[in-house]
């Protein structure tokens, strides 16, 4: 730890490895665009010969992307909207009191965020049938889904309330507030930033969501993306660049948002994630 | 009912409605359906009495019936392999290069932030992504070791049975190395800098500043890193169907993915459950010491 080196000399060597680390996505734009006989090459070209853009047209009419990529946006708008409903006023009234009633909320939350999905699917998917929930499998999938992502909105949610002040707040309810004036008017704006990150941030994660859509979700027209990229991925599969540019095109629209609220996210993200 | 009206909208009645709307619906989502996957552990449940309530008991014989299956042993191997496997990597890696981003550099904080982005891919683009970079023939991944001179031949990473846990593990290392690396950097940038200059004064080279004030200092955060670790490792389910599908013959397989294909697959939900629940053991436990090591900062 020679702290005096060469600043340039240690961004060089950051910049190396960050093209080392991100190469698996350099490699998926680059496949997407060699031709068939290209991507066997052997040894592989790490540079299309001769790019061919055709190809995102092509896969997106063939796999019928339009279809999956509604879906995916039905599924994640769905998730995103319930789990601010319910997650938001939730996370504040645990930012708020200390006892031990508020302890016990936020243990049983913490050990919710641990449940693995595909502990969970059995039980939904048995029970979803039996109320009859599956007719509808794209709700189906969404209120799953969110019961996912709740817990964990409400512990990164919590954190950022715990940073408004709570005089504003009661010099709102003795200006004759009610609590509900002083948490619309006063507090969530206060808050909104926190709030908008996280709510992008399980946008993200329900877009790509896929076990149970997988399991819950069987009629191929009301299917996310992450499903119908599945049906032609699999250990012997061989259209590669179909595949590189499918996944192109889904992670694309992801990798920008990210890009651009990177900040952001990174900071509503280790504010409270772990501590 | 007056009182209970400004209650609402005064008093503790907002806070009840606030909280209570939210854990009705997660216990529903959650408590609800963990009771009934141990019930379900306890049953014989087929096609047939899948829409009713009334189902045989069926007492430990599903528990019996997975431990004597042949694959068994194979996917608690496979299992550990890929938890102790992705969580060292995922550590080592991303707590090397949280240290590299504390040296002063420009950009180190823009730069360390764009490793982030394996986190927000869909895990099944990941997967593919891996997939095709760990093909036998074709794959890049063989071309660069065979370039470096590391290997000679072809490393069939997804059809050979020694190799394919480690590929799963491997694109798994990727995925999390980033949000190892971020929580690490939250526990390097809280200890005081003052500490290492009073070392280094004191003569202390770099790795006895490491080992005395370092890793003391970030006991609690690389505890709590490392059971987040074994949670999300347990959780991670996309990359199998995306890489190996658990293949060949097992070889890929680990009990996340092995309890879906009970439930999904065969269509025997008692099975898929009674995996889980077997499964579930241990996310209990890494979930205990999580709360354990965050419980302090949590009442904060």
Same mark, same amino acid.
Do not use: C, H
């Given at each position: 730890m020679t702290r005096v080196a060469a600043p340039k000399l240690l961004l060089v060597l950051a910049l190396a490895l960050a093209a080392v680390y991100l190469f698996p996505l350099y490699w998926m734009y680059a496949t997407s665009l060699k031709g068939a006989s290209?991507?066997?090459?052997?040894?592989?070209?790490?540079?299309?010969?001769?790019?061919?853009?055709?190809?995102?047209?092509?896969?997106?009419?063939r796999r019928t992307m339009d279809t999956f990529l509604w879906n995916s946006l039905v599924i994640a708008t769905g998730v995103t909207t319930l789990t601010v409903l319910l997650g938001t006023g939730c996370a504040y009234v645990l930012a708020r009191y200390r006892n031990p009633w508020i302890d016990i909320g936020l243990f049983a939350i913490l050990m919710l965020q641990v449940l693995p999905a595909s502990v969970m699917i059995t039980p939904l998917y048995?029970?979803?049938?039996?109320?009859?929930?599956?007719?509808?499998?794209?709700?189906?999938?969404i209120i799953a889904a969110a019961g996912k992502s709740i817990p964990f909105y409400i512990v990164l949610v919590r954190a950022t309330f715990m940073s408004v002040p709570s005089e504003l707040e009661e010099a709102a309810l003795v200006d004759g507030n009610s609590r509900w004036g002083a948490f619309f008017f006063i507090v969530l704006p206060l808050a909104r930033n926190g709030i908008l990150v996280l709510a992008i941030l399980t946008f993200m994660q329900a877009f790509g969501?896929?076990?149970?859509?997988?399991?819950?979700?069987?009629?191929?027209?009301?299917?996310?993306?992450?499903?119908?990229?599945?049906?032609?991925?699999?250990?012997?599969?061989t259209d590669w660049n179909g595949i590189m540019a499918y996944a192109a095109m889904y992670v694309t629209p992801i990798i920008l948002v990210f890009v651009i609220l990177q900040r952001r996210i990174v900071s509503g993200l280790t504010s409270g994630a772990l501590k | !009912?007056?009182?209970?009206?400004?209650?609402?909208?005064?008093?503790?009645?907002?806070?009840?409605?606030?909280?209570?709307?939210?854990?009705?619906?997660?216990?529903?989502?959650?408590?609800?359906?963990?009771?009934?996957?141990?019930? !379900?552990?306890?049953q014989q449940v087929d096609m047939f009495n899948l829409n009713t309530f009334s189902r045989p008991f069926a007492g430990f014989e599903n528990y019996v019936a997975i431990v004597s299956q042949p694959e068994f042993w194979l996917v608690i191997r496979n299992t550990a392999i890929f938890v102790f496997g992705s969580i060292a990597?995922?550590?080592?890696?991303?707590?090397?290069? %949280?240290?590299?981003? !504390?040296?002063?550099?420009?950009?180190?904080?823009?730069?360390?932030?764009?490793?982030?982005?394996?986190?927000?891919?869909?895990?099944?683009?990941?997967?593919?992504?891996?997939?095709?970079?760990?093909?036998?023939?074709?794959?890049?991944?063989?071309a660069i070791l065979r370039g470096l001179g590391i290997i000679d031949g072809t490393m069939f990473?997804?059809?050979?049975?020694?190799?394919?846990?480690?590929?799963?593990?491997?694109?798994n290392i990727w995925l999390g190395l980033a949000f190892n690396m971020m929580l690490l950097s939250v526990g390097l940038a809280g200890i005081p800098r003052d500490l290492y200059e009073a070392a280094e004064l004191d003569g202390a080279n770099g790795w006895q500043r490491f080992t005395t004030i370092t890793l003391p200092m970030m006991r609690s955060t690389i505890g709590a890193v490392l059971a987040l670790?074994?949670?999300?490792?347990?959780?991670?389910?996309?990359?199998?169907? %995306?890489?190996?599908?658990?293949?060949? %013959?097992n070889s890929s397989n680990v009990a996340q993915y092995w309890a879906w294909q009970w439930s999904f697959q065969l269509f025997d939900f008692a099975k898929g459950a009674t995996v889980s629940m077997m499964m579930l053991i241990f996310v209990l436990v890494a979930s205990i010491v999580y709360v354990r090591s965050t419980r302090h900062e949590v009442r904060g």
């Open positions: 290209e991507i066997f090459a052997n040894p592989p070209t790490f540079w299309p010969r001769e790019p061919d853009f055709s190809i995102f047209p092509a896969t997106w009419e048995v029970g979803f049938n039996q109320i009859g929930l599956l007719d509808y499998p794209r709700t189906a999938v969501e896929y076990i149970y859509s997988k399991s819950i979700i069987t009629t191929q027209s009301l299917q996310p993306a992450s499903v119908g990229l599945s049906g032609f991925l699999g250990p012997n599969s | !009912m007056r009182r209970i009206l400004s209650s609402i909208t005064d008093g503790k009645g907002f806070d009840l409605i606030m909280v209570g709307v939210t854990m009705l619906f997660l216990f529903a989502l959650a408590g609800v359906p963990l009771v009934y996957n141990v019930v !379900m552990s306890f990597g995922q550590f080592i890696f991303g707590f090397a290069l %949280a240290i590299f981003f !504390m040296l002063s550099f420009p950009f180190a904080s823009t730069i360390r932030g764009l490793f982030l982005v394996s986190w927000v891919m869909p895990g099944l683009v990941v997967g593919a992504l891996w997939g095709w970079i760990l093909a036998g023939d074709f794959g890049v991944l063989n990473w997804k059809s050979d049975p020694n190799l394919s846990i480690w590929a799963v593990t491997i694109a670790g074994l949670i999300y490792t347990l959780q991670q389910f996309d990359l199998f169907p %995306a890489i190996t599908e658990g293949g060949p %013959a």
